[in-house]
């Protein structure tokens, strides 16, 4: 007699009273099987049947049981041992903190590879020496610093560069940072106006205040209506106060080059240049669009 069976547990019942044997199916979700009338117990021993877990259930929960790997340095107790010195932070924890912390900074992916390291001045540009040295310092110093950096220049002369640059130093250092370009800042705290948005401008904006150390890209190049005026007020304002570190970017500069040309003090105000004079050395990188070697190479 043969059945075709798909329910296991059908199948166990039936094959405890009887003898199977077993033939492949072209179907593999169903076994086929041939039953036998059952031999006298003086000719064969029946031994009954259980249900067996896949095999890949199987190797999954000897995976579970397996015993994690463990870090040779601190043998999963997050602090290294250094000879003749004493103890500090392990090093798992300090690689899996800056990633952390990275992720966490909002750096743009155009720029998620820009680091001190690969800041080239151009051959006998001083200003952009100049411009990584303070950078360079920054980093090393922190957090012994009073004052942020504001880099001032034309477009593609390394200003986001270095401030990110910066971010990258300084979370290798365990220092949480935020970057944010001031025309994306804006943009977010007018979404959540909107009656359907899932946040409010106080939840955008309470990361910006209290991060340790902000970035604000393109400070200026927004249309300057008394909205942004004011909002640009309240976010540089409240760190300001609370002493907290900033580094800023922008293409406008303090001195007028030609009669037509705006300020940095004609987009933000003369209250928030103030400030600014306080809370940034003021740094100014000079040169030539490095943007535009792209068609040249082309």
């Known amino acids: 007699m043969t059945l075709e069976i798909s329910d296991a547990d059908a199948i166990i019942r039936r094959a405890n009273d009887q003898r199977v044997i077993l033939k492949p199916d072209s179907r593999p979700e169903r076994i086929r099987l041939t039953f036998e009338a059952p031999m006298s117990s003086d000719n064969a021993k029946i031994h009954p049947l259980f249900a067996v877990p896949d ?8 995976a579970e049981a397996a015993p994690t790997s463990v ?15 004493g103890a500090r932070r392990c090093r798992c924890r300090t690689e899996n903190q800056a990633k952390k912390l990275f992720e966490a900074a909002r750096i743009p992916r155009r720029y998620a590879e820009c680091s001190l390291q690969n800041y080239y001045p151009a051959q006998g540009n001083g200003s952009q020496l100049r411009a990584f040295n ?3 310092r920054l980093v090393r110093e922190y957090p012994a610093v009073d004052r942020g950096l504001l880099f001032m220049g034309p477009v ?7 401030a990110v640059a910066i971010i990258r130093g300084l979370i290798e250092k365990g220092v949480p940072c935020l970057f944010y370009d001031f025309g994306t800042l804006l943009k977010e705290i007018q979404d959540s106006y909107n009656p359907v948005s899932q946040t409010s401008e106080l939840r955008i904006l309470a990361p910006v205040y209290q991060a340790e150390v902000l970035v604000l890209d393109e400070l ?3 249309k300057p209506t008394d909205w942004v005026r004011d909002t640009m007020m309240q976010v540089i304002g409240t760190r300001y106060n609370e002493r907290k570190l900033t580094i800023i970017t922008t293409n406008y500069m303090d001195a007028r080059r030609n009669p ?3 300020t940095l003090e004609d987009r933000i105000g003369v209250r928030l240049r103030s400030r600014l004079y306080e809370m ?3 740094v100014v990188i000079e040169g030539e669009d490095y943007r535009r070697r792209f068609d040249v190479q082309q």
Do not use: D
Request: hydrophobic share 30%; with cysteine; charged share 20%.
């Open 280 to 282: 940034c050395k003021t």
């Open 71 to 85: 870090c040779p340095h601190c043998f999963g107790t997050g602090m290294e041992v250094v000879p003749g010195k």
């Open 134 to 136: 303070y950078a360079f």
């Open 260 to 262: 037509v040309e705006e």
């Open 156 to 162: 593609g002369v390394g200003k986001t560069h270095l």
């Open 220 to 222: 200026g190049a927004s």
């Open 55 to 62: 095999a890949a259930e199987s190797e999954a929960r000897s």
